[in-house]
C-alpha cells in the first residue's frame, strides 16, 4: 500500500462515517423539532389557562366590589330600621283626635320625618316588606303567632308585628307576622260517639 492510499483510506472511513452519521442527525433533528413543538403548545396551553385564570379572578373582583358597594350600608340601614319602628311606634301611639294645635304639629312632624327616612332608605335600594293577605314565606317572614281566621286561608299572613325590609334583593330583615290558622269551624269534625 502507498503513502497516498494509506492518506486516501482515511478520508474514505472519515466519509463513511459521516454518511452514517448523517440519519442519526436527522433523526435528532427530527427528535429536537418534536420536542420543541411540544414544548411550545404546553406553554401555549399554560399561557391561556394563565390567562384565564386571571380574567376569572379580575371578574370575581369586579364581582365583589359591586356586591361591596351595593350592599355597604345594610348594617347601617339595619339599625336605622330601629329608628323608623319608633317613628312609627310614636305615631301609633299619638293620640288621632286631639284639637290640641301642638299635638297635631308634633304628628305631622313625625310622619314628614318618617316619610324622610323611608324615602332615604329607598334610595339605597331598602324597601319594605308588606305581606298582609300574602302566603306565610319562611325566607321573608317569621311566625310570632297563629290566630284563628274565617276570613283567610291557613298560612296566610294576616298582621305584620313589625315590618321586614329588603335591600335590593336580599333579606335585610324579616317581618314578624301573625298567620292565619283558619277558623274553628273548617277545623275537621271528630266523631267521638263511635
Do not use: C, W
Not at 483510506?9 to 448523517?22: I, K, Q, W
Not at 358597594?69 to 301609633?92: C, G, H, I, P, Q
Not at 301611639?93 to 324622610?116: C, H, M, W, Y
Not at 331598602?126 to 281566621?149: L, W, Y
Amino acid at each position: 500500500m502507498t503513502e497516498a492510499q494509506k492518506q486516501e483510506m482515511p478520508e474514505t472511513e472519515t466519509e463513511n462515517a459521516a454518511d452514517a452519521g448523517a440519519p442519526d442527525t436527522a433523526m435528532t433533528d427530527a427528535a429536537r423539532i418534536a420536542e420543541l413543538e411540544r414544548q411550545v403548545a404546553e406553554l401555549k396551553d399554560r399561557a391561556l389557562r394563565e390567562m384565564a385564570d386571571a380574567e376569572n379572578t379580575r371578574r370575581r373582583a369586579q364581582k365583589e366590589r359591586e356586591e361591596t358597594s351595593k350592599y355597604a350600608v345594610a348594617n347601617f340601614a339595619k339599625e336605622m330600621l330601629n329608628v323608623s319602628d319608633n317613628f312609627v311606634r310614636a305615631l301609633e301611639a299619638a293620640p288621632k283626635d286631639s284639637a290640641d294645635a301642638g299635638v297635631k304639629n308634633l304628628i305631622a312632624g313625625i310622619e314628614a320625618t318618617e316619610r324622610q327616612l323611608a324615602n332615604t332608605l329607598a334610595q339605597f335600594g331598602i324597601k319594605k316588606i308588606d305581606p298582609v293577605g300574602q302566603p306565610f314565606d319562611p325566607n321573608f317572614h317569621r311566625a310570632m303567632a297563629e290566630i284563628e281566621s274565617a276570613d283567610h286561608p291557613p298560612g296566610t299572613v294576616v298582621q305584620v308585628m313589625q315590618a321586614g325590609y329588603v335591600i335590593h334583593d336580599r333579606l335585610l330583615r324579616e317581618a314578624l307576622v301573625a298567620v292565619s290558622k283558619g277558623s274553628p269551624a273548617a277545623a275537621p269534625h271528630v266523631d267521638t260517639t263511635a
